[in-house]
């Protein structure tokens, strides 16, 4: 019976930055939640590919590249022959060095693992699905072009209103330039779970008849480990005893 009442509406740019190049802990995590695959099959695939020289040394446990690398960095990229389509506009100019990517301080014995740019002796066909061999390539090739495209150019959204003193708070975000999810989006449960929702623009003061929804939620003791879960847990064992 009473009217919304908008107290605020904020609507600023942000920026989402691809996530970082992988070491051998975070390729197992995304292998296991995108396909399913077990941290030993992760592992046995990836020193597979390194035997065949298409990846660099797998068992690594950092997330970057030392700066020597970076003149390398075209020369990959113009080797990636099936992946033209994603390298072509970055060879088109200048490649971003970034700090996200280079930073000697945190090399230890090995670097990032990331494409050699050397070409796998499969043939890729959309009619047949990738092997756990071409699946668990592809997303090192595609995390490593990702890290340098421009970031996620994102507009959000939080709007604030008020209903016979009671305070309510909406946030909703909408993407304006993909930028770097051209090469790798994410998955859609990812997508799904995160706060996507678009909200139109409303102006300070503005009121209005409104519907409101009542959504009943219950708590879940925490989930039984999955061996994504279970390899970041092993990261900070002891963090919740």
Not at 191 to 220: C, W
Request: proline letters at 7%; charged letters at 30%.
């Amino acid at each position: 019976g009473n009217d919304l009442v908008i107290t605020d509406f904020e609507k600023k740019k942000g920026k989402e930055y691809a996530h970082k190049l992988f070491d051998l802990t975070s390729l197992q995590v995304f292998c296991n939640k995108r396909y399913g695959l077990s941290a030993d099959s992760t592992l046995k695939i990836a020193q597979k590919l390194y035997e065949q020289k298409l990846i660099s040394y797998p068992r690594v446990d950092t997330n970057y590249l030392p700066t020597d690398q970076y003149p390398k960095i075209k020369g990959i990229l113009e080797g990636l022959r099936d992946y033209e389509h994603f390298t072509k506009p970055l060879l088109a100019k200048a490649i971003k060095k970034t700090s996200r990517v280079f930073n000697d301080k945190k090399i230890t014995d090995h670097h990032a693992i990331i494409p050699t740019g050397q070409k796998p002796n499969w043939t890729n066909s959309s009619a047949k699905p990738l092997t756990d061999e071409q699946k668990v390539y592809d997303v090192i090739t595609k995390q490593f072009i990702a890290n340098f495209y421009p970031d996620c150019i994102v507009s959000n959204t939080t709007v604030f209103a008020e209903v016979a003193e009671v305070k309510f708070k909406a946030k909703g975000k909408e993407i304006l330039d993909p930028g770097w999810q051209v090469v790798l989006p994410p998955s859609k449960k990812k997508a799904k779970d995160e706060d996507s929702t678009i909200i139109p623009v409303f102006a300070k003061n503005e009121q209005g008849p409104h519907e409101p929804k009542m959504i009943e939620k219950k708590t879940q003791p925490p989930k039984l480990y999955t061996e994504a879960t279970l390899l970041r847990g092993m990261e900070t064992a002891g963090k919740k005893v």
